[in-house]
T-cell receptor
């Protein structure tokens, strides 16, 4: 089935630094979602994107739906220790299709 | 968002036994899903739980191993049958909810099979 290529696989940063991660696909997606998973928890939705070119913010998080509809990025500004976790991109190729997940980006923030 | 309660939150089971995981949602939802997340991996869809009919399984997953019930629009169970150590994973319930059909996840069941 369709795969989402998410990078980087892991990041080790200092508190206060900005972070960027992205997801690419070989086919067009009509919805992009970004989730965060803390240890011992299920994925929690951070940002949902529905239109090509859409740029959406949620506090220190900003995500964009690529204009080709084949990619998306997530930026975290001024990282803090509680940003630690695994970030997953996910998307629907068509309305009602199964949700496809990226492989995740493990973020570590050093105080 | 919908509130999803999943239990048990974790269990340690013996090889050859079965475990039933429950998922309760605080709102009626049309679509419910079961995922598996193996250690250090992403999420893999096991099946879509259909209310009033048999679940729709993804390639590599079969009803005999992962029987699913969906008696109403707020509840579903997933059974992991005849367990082996390879079944040690996190099992996650998910629902599609709201006008934009966003998927939300329960906290997961952490299963260890000895």
């Amino acid at each position: 089935g369709q795969q989402l290529n998410q990078s980087p696989q892991s990041m080790f940063i200092q508190e206060g630094e900005d972070v960027s991660m992205n997801c690419t696909s070989s086919s067009i997606f009509n919805t992009w979602l970004w989730y965060k998973q803390d240890p011992g928890e299920g994925p929690v939705l951070l940002i949902a994107l529905y239109k090509a070119g859409e740029l959406t913010s949620n506090g220190r998080l900003t995500a964009q739906f690529g204009i080709t509809r084949k990619d998306s990025f997530l930026n975290i500004s001024a990282s803090i220790p509680s940003d630690v976790g695994i970030y997953f991109c996910a998307g629907h190729e068509t309305s009602g299709s199964r949700l496809t997940f990226g492989e995740g980006t493990q973020l570590t923030v050093n105080p | 968002s919908a509130v999803i309660s999943q239990k048990p939150s974790r269990d340690i089971c013996q090889r050859g036994t079965s475990l039933t995981i429950q998922c309760q949602v605080d709102s009626q939802v049309t679509m419910m899903f079961w995922y598996r997340q193996q250690p250090g991996q992403s999420l893999t869809l096991i099946a879509t739980a259909n209310q009033g009919s048999e679940a729709t399984y993804e390639s590599g997953f079969v009803i005999d191993k992962f029987p699913i019930s969906r008696p109403n629009l707020t509840f579903s169970t997933l059974t992991v049958s005849n367990m082996s150590p390879e079944d040690s994973s996190i099992y996650l319930c998910s629902v599609m909810w709201g006008s934009k059909n966003i998927q939300y996840f329960g906290a997961g069941t952490r299963l260890s099979v000895l």
